[in-house]
């Protein structure tokens, strides 16, 4: 569900900053992207886990330069290959990647998660004349040549950039070779492919038990403080819709603005996914319903 975040005042912008950024759309509207995606309220466990990595991660690469952070993605895509690109150093280091039917997708938001092994903790445990271990030695030496112009420092900094992206608490790098020894299982597409074929080595490895930030709360508090261009929000703004006014939004979504409602929209996956499922009931209500020459007057 995409939401116009104009219509429900979300910028407050004024015309001419408005006007200011008009010969340059695509980059307004990734930057309105990014930042509804900072202030949505975590809807589930994943969600919340979700939202945690996104911060952590933002914290881990303030010290790096855009153009810095370029060169790694280059590095990790070319790593990966044509066919297994990623946009962003998030997208990389998913852990989430490896969680088919997570309970976490369908529980409340929380602070403590199971997450599978990651595939450099999977690797201490396969046996050396396995599959895997042949994949995984490859996959080193790859990485190990591809990151030749890389300085020390910088292959740490990336690493550290991994393990923040992983939320993993545990690792420690003891230089250079550790450090793309991570990176190159832990990125690797084919040891991907191999998980997707045959997942019984990370399933066999003991989960990670990961505690981390109440992010609903932190995102509720920064929601009230308001530091960025955001309207302050209030306590109605945090009330999910009651069921019969998702039905009354789906058939005319003019209510939504009307009742001054529409700003709880912004910052909830959970009413987003109700409406939605609602405007396709009755889309398709409207459509069986249609008269068959309804169109040809159009
Ligand atoms: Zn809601």
Not at 259 to 268: E, F, K, P, S
Request: proline share 4%; aromatic share 10%; net charge negative.
């Amino acid at each position: 569900m995409r939401v116009r975040l104009t219509e429900i005042g979300f910028r407050g912008k004024t015309s001419v900053e408005a006007d200011k950024e008009m010969h340059n759309p695509t980059t307004d509207i990734e930057q309105m992207i990014q930042e509804l995606n900072e202030i949505q309220l975590p809807g589930s466990l994943m969600e919340s886990f979700d939202a945690y990595r996104e911060d952590i991660l933002r914290s881990a690469t303030r010290e790096f330069t855009s153009s810095q952070l370029n060169w790694y993605l280059d590095l990790l895509n070319r790593f990966r290959g044509p066919d297994d690109r990623k946009d962003s150093l998030l997208d990389v280091f998913d852990p989430e990647m490896y969680t088919v039917n997570h309970p976490a997708w369908d529980s409340p938001p929380g602070t403590r998660i199971q997450m599978p092994a990651l595939t450099s903790e999977v690797a201490r445990l396969a046996d050396r004349n396995s599959e895997f271990a042949d994949l995984a030695r490859e996959e080193i030496r790859v990485f190990y040549k591809l990151a030749e112009s890389f300085a020390d420092e910088e292959v740490l900094g990336l690493a550290r950039i991994a393990q923040a992206a992983l939320v993993d608490q545990k690792t420690t790098f003891h230089g250079r070779r550790d450090a793309i020894r991570y990176l190159a299982l832990n990125a690797s597409a084919l040891l991907e492919d191999l998980w997707a074929e045959d997942d019984t080595l990370w399933l066999r490895a003991p989960a990670r038990q990961i505690e981390f930030e109440d992010m609903l709360a932190k995102r509720q508090t920064n929601l009230r403080l308001s530091e960025t261009s955001l309207p302050v929000f209030e306590d109605k703004d945090f009330t999910c819709y009651a069921e019969d006014e998702i039905r009354a939004f789906a058939f005319d979504i003019r209510k939504l603005l009307l009742a001054g409602r529409a700003r709880h929209l912004a910052i909830c996956p959970r009413c987003q996914r109700r409406l939605e499922y609602w405007t396709g009931l009755v889309e398709r209500f409207e459509q069986a319903t249609a008269l068959p020459d309804a169109t040809a007057d159009a």
